[in-house]
């Protein structure tokens, strides 16, 4: 029906596979293989990038309704069960294939320079590709399962990289946590998957889809724990209240894989898993309320918490944070094009974001190595002043903040902006009290999310330099290969809004020239599609104007507004205040306190769950293991000798004794006969 | 003074013979029991197999001159029992130069 | 196709059954006549001769059919009616070929472990291969029950005289647990034997014509509880799996791999070929299975918890299997096909590895000549290929996607939902339990900084230990990517098992009302109408 | 007068008359601390029930009563105690009073399952045995009427209890001989 | 051929076997006496090899009994298959001891020729209390038995132990002897006769049962040959007598008494009293849950290898008691079956332990057995298989036994019985068990043992016994037959007697 044949679907996924063995075998032979690693890592995902853009120009060419399904083999036909090993090729998953291949080849760029001293280099590098593969594999699958697959590889990946340098225990420890919690985030896949097959009787997202608005009622009860179960997995996944709290710590990894896993990529996923699910989440105005509630509060949450941070990638780890939150709250309000959107936009920046915080740390590094000192390479209390070090970080950073803070014309002025505005339009019928709410906060933390960076931005580079005298003129911009991919994607993050400008934007009094496309909604139409008319068939059409009135355009301006307005201040504030180097500065103190202890959250979980946990595992190990069951074991062999003995005593060697017994015996026999 | 004759008369030496092989019998269990002297020991016995032979003898009032037959049997396995008996008495008292059971515990639990 | 012709020119179903048997006992007793020094070559090699004439199966089984295939029988005591009668089906096949394949990895393995009385340790190596084999091919219950037993003494004596500090307590409790339990078995198949004699008059202890002796619901009651006890003591189901722990840590190596990879297999062999079968009325009704299902979730969920805390990583792995049976004795009591097959899958995988886990970590004791996890740290950096390994059967162990691990349980737990959607909700947080307890332990050996100086000059994996452990790696990735063979070799078997279970209580529960968890919101009968029929939703 | 005497009960006298002392004799053996006496009481006893056999009307049997066991088995028993000199130690052998209670419970609730078992005489089989024992005593005096069916009917018992007699002999000179 | 009773002259057929065993008996003592005269000096080597001629001489008279045929069931002697096969146990078993006795009886100076004759007369007595079918007749058969059972015990003068067991061990049996002799004076009155045969007639013909005398006199008689078989409670004597006599003769009481006694005991209860099963089984089940429960118990704690195994004897009886309360051809049949085996495997045992032990009995103790599998590891192995037979495990004599009187009892519905047996002998396997970890898991103490040498007869005596019990155990086809055979021979009698 559609005259478009994929090309070379599979090799996308097995390119990277294949990196992996390679380097792999690499570090098997040697683990400080450089030529190798630095052809192939790059190198396979950059291919599997172009067979991708390939395909895409295909995409665009054929107007595609359906997706396509490439079945490979049968993987877990059982009884009523058939699950396939199958690629599923659709507007949404080629996005995300373009979206992982593309940053991800400019990382990997990235990372041959960042790692270069490395002992690990050619291990880091099959991690990192097989990374990439599972993580097509994620936004490939054709199924649930296959999915997960890809699902829980990402997770094993990220937590190898998280515990890249595992002989350092705090950095274990983070892979750990972020493999635990994950796993609970998955708990819940699982369940739902379980669900859905009971309910439909497959797993396949074609099957399911055609039947889930049959199969479901309306916000049944089913449907509703099915989203729901999902998005715990979505949380786990995307880091979301209250699952979120692994992921600052996973920052122990390498910066790259930073950028890569815990902000462009991986993260996304359960916005992805939602996304894809549209059908599903659209059916259940519960879930979409909890779904957007939880992405509210942690984009509000995270950014407090990112306020105080001084570790430069702590800072970026709670933004990221709020970030996913902001995409939940477009797939939980239902418009899942602002969701992808905003994730799209976010990879860009953010990616650049880290990058650039990876090259300040690389060269705050080098520099305290030089002087053998151990000061905090990533504080930002040490740093100040570097932007007449590194101009093109500067630079760059500052595009990529103001794109984050929502300042037109960067990319994430016009994602954010959508999805703020979605909450604000789609706050009708069951949503309107909710989705208000949700958009205060959204308005709030858009607040805060530009003064963080801003700080950010002017604790890095403005003011003067805190490293140190003799550690300055150790500082140097970064290599040709790690600048080349900064450069890349901050002009990505300039342009990377404009492929969905709202048409709102033509009733604005000054920005009304600009060519308004809603390319990326029509693009992901075939997708999303069933999930808007379910809701508008059960919601209603969405309201054009927004809270007390005003227009999305209005809205759009108000918030760029007040993004410059924050941002502009907070420089302003900042640039007066002189930081201390981190030794000598002062502990924070009263509310501070409370926002830079991340809220005390993770001291919370432990004395809630894990350390209760701990003491009922060696509480049943001790009593009921040892004392009860293998007690009772013992106990009754100990009872039966202790009977033995009584027997044995008998045995006086006393004549009379015997004789005694006998007569008894006697007795008892002819009580038998007589009785 | 008569005494009324009839209440002995009515009954029969047998059967009484066979209460008195209990009586005796249980004399013989009881000696087995308390007693501690080998030799001792063995008359109770002794008097046991002799209960038997007086019940066998009463019985053959009823059933016939088999259960005196029997009687000359148990004598000839009661003496060669006393032979052997006799010896293994004699035999251990060589060790311990005592018949008191209460000396023979070597062999216990 | 050709290959299977030229099997058939040398008879080669008629035999194969009865050499694979007996193979090991001549086997064994070349050992023990052979020189000290050749014993583990000629124990090796006539173990690989065993797998290779075991190869075949796989191609020449039918799947197409339920039935028992490659039969062979004689008469053997005709006064009783006793038979030697073996064949295999989908189910004893694989189990079978998980037997003939971890022989030779078991025995490569224990070259460098055992280093005393080495003749004797083999020769009892081989005999309990025996056993095992035997139970899974027999289909004559008197001796079914005689390997059954058999399997125990080599057992004994592998735990005994092998084994650590404790290893009599372990060997006696071991050996004393799994015997009380099956005496009562032989009861139990004695009296099947009189009631088939009593109705039909005749003598035998043939499981085909055992299936047809009419039970009354009582009969059938008693008989479940001393066929169940004894295999629930093997698996081993909580709460009778204390022995396993003991048995695991004392035993040598070797020991354990046969262990955790053959022998607990049993137990569940037992569910499925007897249990079900014999008793369906039993086996499916509600309260028992109820009871099953509970004891299987507080394995799965206690046992992980259990293990989180263990200072031994031997005591540790040894929690883990009873958690792994668990999901197995899920998957059989849920009757549906998912179920048992993932069932059949976590067997197969759970065999492979936990035993390549024990392997590993007796590889660490033969390094260092300890077990306890605060002994170890940052070994990855002195023996990354070694760590690669471990990490990754580590992973499939607690069940990652793409490997053996993830499938059986996905199956079992999915299978288990159709019919007891709660209990499969409850079962599921074995995944998240699983990371708690597995990961900690690979960070603890492998991760942290490398301080125990004896740790430094840590060798890496040998080229033997490599060839032990890369076929286990590659099979638990095979099964993990394209797990349909197995499942198809076992497909027919376990529809027709489920079939006849459920046509055979059908009558029974015919009037009785679907209970709640059939209705319940979550699981919806109308699309799994086999599940619906099952008694075991019936209250 | 002679009518009292003529029908006077004297067999039932007699009988009690020996019982009495038949019991009496026995209780005096087994409570008896001194070897030789409880050894005389047990002789009485036999004889006692040597003259019981008579009233039985089995003379034959009551005469070996006499000779063999009073006179060979019981100065078999006085010998060996003779023999190992235990003639005069007078250290009580019996246990404790407890022991001689339970003892005479026992025995007697013993005695009294037996005297049960035969006291309902119907239950005895009735093959009026005495009066064929008279009728053989008759034509072939006492001894006859037991050697008749002795060597008949009871060949076999006969043929083994010589055996037995020579494995005793055998046995005794083993234990008994004085050289180890 | 033949045999008519009416002719006293034809016992001498019948009784061929128990005749020829007596003439070689009395043919030892002769050449022992001439050829040592009154010297202190140990018999020549040839009295065992004439003994075993003469156990030989008698198994083929034995034999040939299967040709007769008797007329009638009334005879003293029963001539029956039951009885040529105890026969057969009893001659092997005393063939056993000839083999198993000869360096121990060196060691401790006690080659005397009256040994030999004492067993061989014993052998008689034995058969005579088996075979015979007139309680008079057992009675005597059992004194024929026990007497020289009783010297043997003794025969050992050095040895304190040895005569105070057999003091105990004769002066019980006496007492017990004549509870026994006053239930055969009761059911003579009550049955009017001693003859099994005529017994079974008269209860089948009802006139008895009415009374109490049978029952009582059954009581009486179940005290005798519980006694005899060592059933709980008339045990006691057993540990003590059985520690106290020398090793072979322990070994010959445990095998060839107790079957003697089985056997005699299964034929009066039931052929003579078949008819009132009603009356005596909960006899049978009362001891035989006794004797099984309290033996295990009390062997789990003996420390002491002989006396662990007297232990063991006891509860083998009990499981042979569970085969006498089944009551049917049956059961008749696993007993015998079970007998062979147990003689096989208790004779095996006591050899070993008699090797073990050394001189003077010095090593009895559990300890002695550490390592000796490794040390000697044909004993080990031996031992091993004895022990795992007695275990009642697989693949050995012991197992299909046990499950041949589970058959049998299952056959009565004693299911309770049943189970009682196998957790039984669940107990059993612990102490079994502890002897095979002491001799395979334990390192071999450190002293002075002197190397373990075995002679020629004793070896023989080991791999026949195992042999026996290892093919017993994979084709127990070979004696099923037999035993079935036996048994049917004993119940066609009960059976005829109904008809007479």
């Excluded at chain 1, 703020?420 to 709030?444: D, H, K, T």
């Excluded at chain 5, 043919?27 to 009295?47: H, K």
């Amino acid at each position: 029906m559609h005259g478009f044949e994929p090309t070379l679907l599979w090799a996308i996924a097995v390119l990277p596979l294949l990196g992996f063995l390679i380097n792999g075998i690499a570090a098997y032979r040697s683990p400080t293989a450089k030529i190798i690693p630095t052809i192939v890592g790059p190198g396979v995902v950059a291919l599997a990038f172009i067979i991708a853009l390939i395909n895409f120009l295909g995409m665009r060419g054929a107007e595609l309704h359906e997706p396509i399904i490439q079945t490979y083999w049968q993987w877990m036909p059982v009884g009523s069960l058939s699950i396939n090993a199958a690629f599923q090729l659709d507007q949404l998953s080629i996005l995300m294939v373009l979206i992982i291949t593309g940053i991800g080849s400019l990382i990997h760029l990235f990372s041959v320079g960042y790692m270069q001293e490395d002992p690990g280099y050619a291990r880091y590098f099959a991690y990192l590709n097989l990374f990439v593969f599972f993580m097509l594999i994620l936004v490939l699958g054709s199924s649930y399962p296959l999915m997960f697959v890809g699902w829980e590889g990402v997770g094993l990946c990220s937590y190898l990289l998280i515990g890249f340098w595992f002989k350092d225990k705090e950095k274990a420890d983070a892979g750990k946590k972020a493999f635990i919690v994950n796993r609970i985030g998955d708990f819940g896949f699982l369940v739902a998957m379980f669900m859905v097959f009971s309910r439909i009787g497959a797993l396949d997202f074609a099957t399911v889809f055609a039947a889930a608005p049959t199969a479901f009622v309306y916000g049944g009860a089913v449907v509703t724990a099915i989203t729901l179960f999902f998005f715990l997995g979505a949380a786990g996944k995307s880091a979301q209240i209250p699952l979120y709290i692994w992921l600052p710590d996973a920052m122990a990894g390498p910066t790259p894989v930073s950028a890569l896993i815990h902000a462009a990529t991986m993260v996304t996923a359960g916005v992805y898993l939602v996304a894809r699910s549209s059908v599903l989440f659209a059916l259940s105005p519960t879930t979409m309320i909890v779904v957007a509630g939880i992405g509210a509060l942690t984009a509000l949450f995270a950014a407090t918490i990112g306020l105080v941070q001084n570790d430069i990638k702590k800072v970026l780890a709670y933004s990221t944070v709020s970030q996913l939150g902001y995409m939940f709250i477009g797939v939980g309000v239902g418009s899942y094009t602002a969701g992808v959107f905003h994730l799209m936009t976010h990879a860009f920046f953010k990616a650049l974001l880290f990058m650039g915080a990876g090259a300040v740390i690389h060269s705050m590094h080098h520099a305290y190595h030089a002087t053998r000192s151990h000061a905090d390479a990533q504080d930002m209390r040490n740093m100040g002043g570097l932007k007449k070090h590194m101009k093109i970080t500067w630079i760059t950073m500052w595009i990529a903040t103001l794109a984050i803070s929502g300042v037109w014309p960067f990319a994430g002025f016009f994602s954010k902006d959508e999805i703020i505005w979605q909450a604000a339009s789609r706050a009708v019928g069951p949503f309107a009290p909710w989705f208000r709410v949700y958009w205060v906060m959204a308005l709030i933390a858009a607040m805060l999310t530009a003064f963080y960076m801003t700080r950010l931005m002017i604790m890095t580079f403005h003011g003067e330099n805190r490293t140190g005298a003799k550690e300055r003129e150790h500082l140097h911009e970064a290599p040709l290969v790690m600048t080349v991919p900064l450069m890349v994607l901050a002009f990505l993050s300039v342009v990377g809004g404009w492929i969905n400008v709202p048409h709102a934007i033509k009733s604005l009094p000054v920005l009304g020239w600009i060519p308004s496309s809603e390319w990326l909604h029509e693009w992901l139409h075939p997708v999303t599609g069933g999930a808007d008319e379910i809701l508008t068939s059960n919601v209603g059409a969405v309201s054009e104007v927004g809270p007390f009135g005003g227009h999305e355009g209005f809205w759009a301006l108000a918030s760029f507004a007040i993004a410059t307005l924050v941002i502009v201040a907070t420089a302003v504030i900042l640039k007066k205040r002189a930081y201390a180097a981190a030794e000598k500065s002062p502990e924070p103190r009263g509310f501070a306190k409370v926002l830079y202890n991340k809220w005390y959250v993770d001291e919370i979980y432990d004395a809630a769950i894990v350390r209760p946990l701990m003491g009922l595992s060696r509480g049943l190990w001790r009593v009921v293991d040892q004392g009860l069951i293998d007690g009772a074991v013992n106990g009754v062999g100990y009872a039966s000798r202790a009977f033995g003995w009584v027997g044995s005593r008998m045995q006086t060697g006393q004549l009379n004794t015997y004789a005694f017994a006998v007569a008894f015996g006697v007795l008892l026999l002819l009580a038998v006969v007589l009785i | 003074m008569p005494v009324n004759l009839d209440t002995i008369r009515g009954l029969d030496n047998a059967q009484l013979s066979l209460a008195l092989s209990a009586v005796l019998f249980a004399i013989g269990v009881a000696g087995v029991i308390f007693r501690r002297n080998a030799i001792i020991l063995f008359m109770c016995i002794e008097l046991m197999l002799n209960a038997v032979n007086l019940a066998f003898v009463a019985l053959s009032q009823y059933v016939g001159i088999g259960g005196q037959v029997f009687v000359f049997f148990v004598m000839t396995v009661a003496a060669a029992e006393a032979a052997v008996g006799l010896a293994l008495v004699i035999s251990i008292f060589r060790h311990m130069e005592s018949v008191d059971m209460k000396n023979f515990n070597l062999l216990r639990w | 196709m050709n290959g299977v012709s030229v099997l058939d020119s040398i008879g080669y179903s008629s035999w194969v059954l009865t050499f694979l048997i007996f193979f090991p006992a001549i086997a064994a007793v070349a050992v023990f006549s052979a020189p000290e020094r050749l014993a583990k070559q000629i124990a090796l090699w006539s173990a690989v001769i065993e797998l290779l004439v075991s190869i075949p199966l796989w191609f020449v089984f039918s799947t197409a059919t339920g039935a028992m295939q490659f039969t062979a029988g004689a008469a053997w005591i005709p006064q009783w009616g006793i038979s030697y009668s073996v064949g295999i089906d989908g189910i004893s096949m694989l189990l079978l070929l998980l037997t003939t394949f971890m022989a030779p990895i078991t025995i490569l393995g224990s070259f460098r472990y055992i280093e005393k009385k080495q003749k004797a340790f083999y020769a009892m190596l081989l005999l309990l291969q025996v056993g095992v084999l035997g139970v899974f091919c027999a289909l004559d219950l008197f001796l079914f029950f005689m390997f059954w037993e058999v399997m125990l003494v080599p057992m004994y004596f592998i735990i005994g005289i092998w084994g650590g500090e404790r290893r009599i307590y372990a060997a006696i409790k071991f050996f004393l647990y799994t015997a009380s339990a099956s005496l009562l078995m032989l009861v139990g198949i004695m009296y099947l034997y009189f009631k088939y004699h009593a109705v039909t008059g005749g003598l035998t202890f043939e499981y085909s014509d055992l299936l047809q002796v009419p039970l009354s619901n009582l009969e059938q009651y008693w008989l479940f509880g001393a066929f169940a006890l004894a295999f629930a003591v093997k698996i081993p189901l909580f709460p009778f799996h204390t022995w396993l722990p003991d048995a695991h840590v004392e035993a040598p190596t070797p020991g354990s791999v046969v262990l955790a990879a053959v022998l607990l297999k049993m137990g569940a062999y037992g569910f499925l070929r007897f249990l079900l079968p014999l008793f369906p009325h039993a086996a499916t009704h509600p309260t028992i299975v109820a009871v099953m299902l509970v004891l299987a979730v507080i394995g799965i969920i206690y046992a992980a918890w259990v293990a989180a805390v263990q200072p031994d990583a031997k005591k540790l792995v040894a929690y883990t299997s009873v958690a792994h049976m668990g999901f197995v004795v899920l998957g059989i009591f849920a009757l549906t096909v998912q179920g048992i097959q993932g069932a059949m899958i976590v067997m197969l995988s759970h065999g492979l590895s936990t035993g390549a886990m024990f392997l590993l970590i007796g590889m660490l004791y033969e390094r260092r000549h300890t077990r306890a996890i605060a002994d170890f740290g940052g070994l990855a950096a002195v023996a990354p290929v070694f760590a690669a390994i471990f990490i990754f059967t580590a992973l499939v162990s607690i069940g990652l996607p793409g490997t053996s691990g993830f499938i059986g349980e996905f199956l079992a737990l999915l299978g288990t939902f159709q019919t007891h959607p709660y209990i499969a909700v409850v079962a599921s947080t074995g995944v998240i339990f699983a990371a708690y307890y597995m990961l900690p332990m690979v960070q603890k050996i492998w991760f942290n900084k490398l301080d125990k100086p004896a740790n430094e000059t840590m060798p890496d994996l040998s080229r033997r230990e490599l060839t032990v452990l890369v076929p286990l790696v590659v099979f638990m990735i095979w099964m993990g990517f394209y797990p349909k063979p197995f499942l198809d070799r076992a497909k027919v078997t376990v529809t027709e098992l489920i079939d006849l279970v459920e046509e055979r209580s059908a009558p029974v529960f015919g009037s009785l009302p679907n209970s709640t968890t059939a209705v319940s919101p979550l699981a919806v009968p109308t699309t799994t109408p086999p599940v619906t029929a099952t008694p075991a939703e019936a209250h | 007068m002679n009518e009292f005497i003529a029908n006077f009960p004297m067999a039932q006298l007699l009988w009690w008359v020996f019982a009495s002392m038949a019991v009496g004799g026995g209780m005096g053996m087994v409570t008896r601390k001194n070897p030789v006496a409880s050894l005389l009481f047990l002789v009485l006893t036999f004889f006692s029930i040597a003259a019981i056999y008579i009233l039985l009307g089995a003379h034959f049997i009551g005469a070996i009563q006499v000779i063999v066991y009073a006179g060979a088995i019981m100065v078999l028993f006085l010998f060996t105690i003779m023999l190992l000199n235990l003639g005069h130690d007078y250290k009580s052998d019996i246990r404790g009073g407890l022991w001689v209670i339970v003892a005479f419970v026992f025995a007697g609730t013993i005695g009294f399952s037996i005297w049960y078992a035969t006291s309902d005489k119907t239950t005895i089989v009735q093959m009026d045995g005495a009066a064929r024992i008279q009728s053989s005593v008759a034509d072939l005096n006492a001894v006859g009427a037991i050697a008749q069916p002795l060597f008949r009917d009871f060949a076999v018992p006969f043929e083994l209890t010589s055996i037995l007699l020579l494995i005793a002999i055998i046995g005794a000179v083993l234990l008994a001989k004085r050289r180890v | 051929m033949q045999i008519d009773y009416t002719s006293q002259a034809q016992y001498f057929w019948v009784m061929l076997p128990e005749i020829v065993l007596s003439v070689f008996a009395m043919i030892i003592l002769l050449v022992d006496v001439f050829q040592r005269g009154d010297r202190e000096e140990p018999s020549s080597p040839m009295i065992p090899v004439l003994t075993v001629v003469g156990l030989v001489a008698a198994a083929i008279a034995n034999w040939w009994l299967l040709g007769l045929h008797e007329t009638g069931t009334a005879g003293m002697m029963a001539l029956d298959s039951y009885r040529v096969f105890s026969n057969f146990l009893f001659l092997a078993a005393g063939a056993f001891f000839v083999m198993i006795s000869n360096r121990y009886i060196d060691e401790e100076h006690l080659r005397l020729g009256e040994l030999y004759v004492l067993v061989l007369f014993s052998i008689v007595g034995m058969m005579v209390f088996a075979g015979s079918r007139d309680l008079m007749v057992i009675f005597i058969g059992l004194e024929l038995m026990s007497v020289p059972v009783y010297v043997l015990t003794g025969i050992n003068r050095r040895s304190m132990q040895s005569a105070e067991g057999a003091l105990k061990y004769f002066l019980l049996g006496a007492f017990s002897s004549a509870f026994f002799l006053f239930g055969i004076a009761l059911i003579y009155g009550g049955a009017g006769t001693t003859n099994l045969a005529l017994i079974a007639g008269a209860i089948d013909t009802g006139t008895t049962t009415a009374g109490r005398l049978i029952p009582v006199g059954i009581a009486f008689l179940a005290v005798g040959f519980g006694f005899k078989v060592a059933a709980v409670p008339f045990h006691m004597w057993t540990p003590d007598a059985y520690e106290g006599a020398p090793i072979p003769v322990t070994a010959f009481m445990a095998t060839a008494v107790k079957a003697a006694g089985f056997a005699a005991f299964l034929r009066v209860f039931l052929t003579g009293f078949g008819g009132m099963y009603g009356t005596w089984d909960t006899i049978a089940i009362v001891l035989a849950i006794m004797t099984m429960v309290g033996a295990n118990l009390t062997a789990l704690v003996e420390g002491n290898v002989k006396r662990m195994l007297a232990f063991s004897s006891i509860a083998h009886a009990g499981y042979l008691l569970v085969a006498l309360a089944a009551g049917n051809t049956l059961g008749a049949a696993a007993f015998l079956f079970y007998l062979v085996v147990y003689t096989l495997m208790t004779v095996g045992s006591f050899a070993v332990v008699m090797v073990v032990a050394g001189r003077g009995e010095r090593r009895l103790d559990l300890g002695s057995y550490s390592g000796l599998a490794w040390q000697h590891p044909f004993l080990g192995v031996v031992m091993t298989v004895f022990l795992l037979s007695l275990a009642g495990f697989p693949l050995t004599g012991g197992f299909i036994g046990k499950v041949f009187i589970l058959r049998a009892a299952l056959d009565r519905g004693l299911v309770l019985l049943s189970v009682a047996l196998v957790l039984a002998s669940l107990l059993s396997y612990y102490y079994y068990l502890r002897v095979a970890w002491y001799m395979w898991f334990r390192e071999p103490e450190v002293d002075g043992r002197t190397p373990l040498t075995l002679t020629p007869a004793l070896k023989w005596a080991l791999v026949l016994a195992t042999a026996g019990i290892v093919a017993l155990g994979v084709l127990p086809g070979i004696l099923l037959d037999a035993a079935q055979d036996g048994a049917t021979g004993l119940m066609q009698e009960s059976a005829t007697t109904v008809s007479r």
